[in-house]
């Protein structure tokens, strides 16, 4: 047992540095004892690497990041190194096996009659030591190269995921910049306001939030903060605007004229990258039916050819059903939802009532209005206690709503029934002491079905519900703007128009008006709205709304811009949805040729084959024939068949639904299509 030592304490290390990143406080250690070790303040600054480091935003020192990177690079070296004694021991060994002899005359004795893997070295030789010296020098090189590389590379990866994540909200950005600055706000302030809802605008909000930390900690001023961020950002139109922004503000021109030019810019930019995406959508769906759907269709197939005339393929058949088919779907549907990402705008929950601390929504109201704190802690734990089960009582009053409104808790109550039901009916699938497949496929099939269905049913009823909503908010929002720019109080503006019609929002105007009428403010009032609704438009407006009526009562301006930020968003999206229309057709047209030709040889090719591959040869007998197909093996290739039909169903809808819904959650519905489909089919067949 001596002879592991090195490699668990090997093992050991790597096992350590790997789960940094999961402890806080492993972490900190991990980075203060490289600190030391490497003596990080000798650490000499690489200008483009620091720059690489600030842009990916990750908040560490370089001289931090360096001295940790170090400590990687020497735990990977001695891993590779220990790893490579044992690697060339095991080659030499194998090689004396093999009857493999080298150059080496006493080389070959030497292996042979030495288990170098053993609990002692019965003999040594200098050619067996040079060997592994070079094999462990050669794996602790290419070891600690690639821990180098990696710890920079997850720099690149991270800058670059940011980059793209500032680039798809800059229209978003501006618009929020634009409506704050238009509604009389002083531009710190707006940065403020911007740097406080990062779940709303992302990576962009967490820019800004340096250049206010810059400002309000460090005391640097405005112009300085602003040319700042445009040399840390790592994305390219960030930084055109900040730098345009420091020229604006530095000079004195108007700065609304500024951000309303920069917004419609970015809007049309918004557009071309939109059209961008779907181009390359368009090419990955074409990339996706010719490698995934045909090409894995097209390797099943002359497997099986191979089989009928060569030999046995069934072990290849399996491997490719049930190992790389679901495998390249699955790196398929991570590409997808990587390229996706764009148009799928920033969800969040700014602002919301439900998503205020619980001392505030348990705070008590005085006589005079005001908020006063309960004072004993006992007091503040019942109170807390009285939270919990508010909200378990609002589920169970109306289970119906509460689950439409999130859909993934349907999945709390679906999952462990399908569970429970089919172990229930798991002894049906026992057969003469033996599991039956074919009926264990049933039950599993009917489980999943089961499931998708019901979390498809509901996304479907919610998604609807939230568009209809989202489609009516430009009008709502017009509507505000022409009462407030009559001089109408924002209060008696939700008054008046929650008595016109504004169609599918008529429901949540009234809403809003009750909960001003009950005692609450405005601003509590929107933030319940937004709780409700949840979706990416109402969550901008809301906190764009909220904010500006901290600034001034005159919020015109600002609800004419929201509704024009809203009425580019539904532009958008419809044009979205149409493209990707066309991507979903052809998925559902590459899936059925797929069942088709499945069907085929499962249903006419193999019953139609004849035994044992022979053919009559007049009086002499039965002689072999070109066909050599093992009977035994029929069940086996039809049940491969079936579960690739299965498998290729359920994720060619998630394949779908991501790309025609822009969210794998929208890819439900379509695998409920194509598997319910399926099973139907062959069932019947």
Known sequence: MMRLVPLVAVFGMIL?????????????????????????????????????????????????????????????????????????????????????????????????????????????????????????????????AAAHAWRWQLVSVRADARRRQIDAGMARTVAFVYALSRGGMSFPDVMRALSRNGNVFGEAATEVGTGVRNIDVFNVDLITAIEDLSQRTPSAQFESFTENLASVLQSGRDLSAFLEEEYERYRETAEEQQEEILELLATAAEVYVTVVVAGMLFLITILLIIGLTAGDTLLAVQVLTYVILPAI????????????????????????????????????????????????????????????????????????????????????????????????????????????????????????????????????????????????????????????????????????????????????????????????????????????????????????????????????????????????????????????????VVIYVAFMVFLVVILALDQVLIP?????????????????GFIEFDPSDTAAYRLVFFHAAMLQATLSGLVGGTMGGGSIKAGAKHATIMLGFTYALLVLL
């Open 329 to 584: 779907n699955l790196l398929f549907l991570a590409y997808l939802s990587g390229l996706t990402q764009p148009l799928r705008a920033t969800e969040g929950s700014v602002g919301s009532f439900d998503g205020e601390s619980v001392s505030r929504r348990i705070a008590t109201r005085t006589d005079g209005g005001g908020y006063s704190r309960p004072s004993s802690p006992t007091n503040h734990e019942r109170l807390a206690a009285h939270e919990r089960l508010r909200r378990i009582r609002s589920y169970l009053a109306a289970p119906v709503e509460s689950v439409i409104d999130r859909p993934v808790r349907v999945l709390y109550v679906a999952v462990p029934i399908t569970v429970a039901v089919t172990l229930l009916r798991l002894p049906e699938a026992v057969v003469d002491g033996g599991i039956d497949v074919r009926l264990l496929d049933d039950l599993l099939i009917q489980a999943t079905l089961l499931v998708l269905a019901s979390f498809a049913a509901v996304y479907e009823l919610n998604r609807r519900r939230l568009k209809r909503l989202e489609s009516e908010l430009p009008d709502f929002l017009e509507r505000l703007a022409s009462l407030n720019g009559a001089g109408i109080a924002i209060v008696s503006s939700f008054d008046r128009v929650r008595r016109s019609d504004v169609g599918a929002l008529n429901e949540e105007a009234n809403r809003i008006w009750r909960d001003i009428r009950w005692g609450a403010s405005v601003d509590e009032a929107i933030a319940r709205f937004q709780s409700r609704v949840r979706t990416p438009s109402v969550t901008r407006v809301v906190t764009l709304l909220r904010n500006a009526m901290h600034a001034s009562n005159d919020i015109g301006p600002v609800l004419r811009i929201a509704a024009e930020q809203a009425r580019a968003d539904r532009r958008l999206e419809r044009q979205r949805k149409q493209e990707m229309f066309t991507y979903l």
């Open 608 to 624: 139609s084959l004849p035994e044992s591959g022979a053919v009559a040869n007049g009086d002499s007998g039965p002689s072999p």
């Open 16 to 144: 350590v540095l790997a789960s940094a990143p999961l402890s806080s406080r492993l972490d900190g250690a991990l980075s203060r004892a490289a600190y030391v070790l490497f003596d990080g303040r000798s650490i000499d600054v690489v200008p483009r690497r620091e720059r690489r480091l600030r842009a990916a935003g990750l908040g560490v020192p370089y001289r931090e990041f360096v001295s940790k990177t170090y400590l990687y690079v020497f735990g990977a070296a001695a891993a590779g190194a220990v790893g490579g004694v044992y690697l060339g021991a095991a080659a030499l060994t194998l090689a004396h096996r093999f009857g493999i002899e080298t150059a080496g005359p006493s080389l070959g004795a030497v292996v042979g009659g030495t288990a170098l893997l053993g609990d002692r070295l019965a003999a040594f030789d200098l050619l067996v030591f040079a060997v592994l010296v070079a094999v462990s020098a050669a794996a602790g090189i290419a070891s600690a």
